[in-house]
């Protein structure tokens, strides 16, 4: 009886994530509110299984924005919020026909996106600094995109 040796030949098929992209529902109560969104976009980067690369975030509205700062102590935001109304008063001297032009004016000051480094599957973030979500014409129902990008190894 000859021994008889089968070799089976498979193709393996390598898949390169490119990027994934979450969107993030956010349900505001106030007309100025700043949501703290640190958890929610861990929880993206976690569920793409990206190790490391690059976590852009963006606002799609006009009248909100995204920014980092401290999240530690929230008299921080209660500080930004107090000079911004300062600074841009609700009941202020403006053309804008809809009545919002403080919130456009606000969103503009903060922007519409941040850009957050992954290492390790985790957000590199200073010590104290949080991500927040910013709405300057609420409460609404809003979004965010977080795409996460892999490192081109």
């Keep these: 009886m000859v021994n ?44 793409s299984h990206i190790e490391s690369g690059v976590c852009y975030l963006f606002v799609p509205h006009t009248t909100a924005a995204v920014t980092l700062n401290e999240q530690a102590d929230p008299s921080v935001v209660e500080d930004i919020t107090e000079q911004l109304e300062a600074i841009v008063p609700q009941h202020g001297n403006y053309r804008h026909s809809e009545g919002n032009s403080p919130a456009h004016i606000k969103s503009s000051l903060f922007g519409s996106s941040e850009v957050v480094l992954v290492d390790d599957g985790r ?12 709405e300057f014409d609420g409460p609404r129902s809003r979004s965010l995109l977080v795409k996460i990008v892999p490192d081109n190894h």
Aim: charged share 20%; glycine share 4%; proline share 0%.
């Design 123 to 134: 957000l590199v973030l200073g010590t104290w600094q949080g991500i927040f979500f910013c």
């Design 4 to 47: 008889q040796v089968v070799y089976e030949a498979f193709e393996a098929v390598v898949v390169e994530v490119v990027f994934v992209i979450h969107r993030l529902s956010i349900r505001t109560r106030s007309r100025v509110e700043f949501q703290n969104i640190t958890r929610a976009v861990q929880e993206a980067v976690d569920s």
